[in-house]
């Protein structure tokens, strides 16, 4: 991925119906769009700027550039990759008062189309991917807040996590992983997400291991927190996930995990074990640790808590 700005070639011109050839149709319609919030943030009942249909037909033909039908881009995918450049400057731009709202207009307008807001959100999640590297992490806060508003009612969370597990934790050999970390300090909501799905789509190897390691330890309290918040997402760690991460940490040393890596993550288990009773109604399935003890006699600190190994 390309980090920060710089010029880039467009590639076939692409006219809209602001008679502007792409990108420079993003970057006026764009503005349209920052009046429009700024003028909508001011005084008593503010309009809901994703139903308003003139602005969103405009945010179809000039930003997202929509073929006539409606059920594709006219956008190749190095333009995709422009546009996006542009997308992280224009959120590294916004006021923090307004971020939401700009998030909404552009990314959430189409719901109840099958196509169009489908196309939007695949745009947000290699948005969201390249956010990572750009930065521009604030963009996560938004994610977050939308998360959140929806729930367990949709796969959105479930879909974006799956694009970050690819990019970022798939390749074993590399430590792109790491640009996933700030988003600990920077947006830890986020990161319950993220553990909760990522194993849906890979099995836990070295990277997976390393970034839940870090989210859990470095805010544990916080971590837990968005737990007893959403207990969906505890009801799909509990069943699902902490049974993966016990049996991982069985056969940590088949991976090529260095001293500090493997303690991290015991530390980290060690920490679930240690706090979810007081903070989750719901306890933990730790079975696994009883029909494998031979193997967890490696790992003495779980005893701390009362197990019989």
């Known amino acids: ?25 993003v970057t006026e319609a764009l503005i349209q769009v920052s009046k429009h919030v700024r003028l909508s943030s001011h005084g008593r009942g503010r309009p809901n700027l ?15 550039c929509l073929s006539a039908d409606r059920k594709s881009s006219r956008l190749t995918q190095l333009q995709e990759f422009i546009l996006i450049n542009h997308f992280a400057h224009f959120f590294m731009e916004r006021d923090e008062m307004n971020k939401f709202s700009y998030f909404e207009v552009i990314f959430l307008g189409r719901e109840g189309e099958p196509y169009v807001h489908e196309h939007r959100l695949q745009i947000l999640y ?24 929806v729930g367990n009612s949709k796969p959105y969370a479930e879909e974006l996590v799956a694009v970050l597990a690819e990019h970022y934790l798939k390749p074993t050999d590399s430590n792109i992983y790491e640009f996933m970390l700030p988003l600990e300090t920077t947006c830890p909501e986020f990161t319950v997400f993220f553990v909760v799905y990522a194993t849906r789509f890979l099995p836990i190897n070295r990277p997976m291991a390393a970034v839940f390691a870090s989210y859990i330890n470095r805010n544990p309290g916080y971590f837990l927190k968005g737990f007893r918040d959403s207990p969906h997402l505890a009801d799909i760690f509990r069943l699902e996930v902490f049974e993966k991460m016990l049996a991982y940490l069985l056969d940590i040393d088949s991976e090529q995990s260095s001293d500090r890596e493997v303690m991290n993550y015991h530390t980290a288990v060690m920490v679930l074990l240690d706090r979810w009773n007081t903070t989750i109604r719901k306890p933990l399935d730790i079975s696994m640790l009883y029909l494998n003890s031979n193997e967890m006699r490696m790992f003495p600190g779980i005893c701390l808590f009362g197990l019989t190994l």
């Open 50 to 64: 994703a139903k308003n249909n003139d602005l969103q037909m405009l945010i179809d033909n000039e930003i997202f």
């Open 126 to 149: 290699r948005f969201a991917s390249y956010a990572l590297q750009y930065p521009v992490l604030q963009l996560y806060a938004q994610i977050s807040l939308w998360l959140s508003k």
């Open 1 to 25: 991925m390309r980090r920060g700005g710089g010029p880039i070639h467009h590639g076939a011109t692409i006219p809209t119906s602001l008679g502007l050839t792409f990108p420079a149709c």
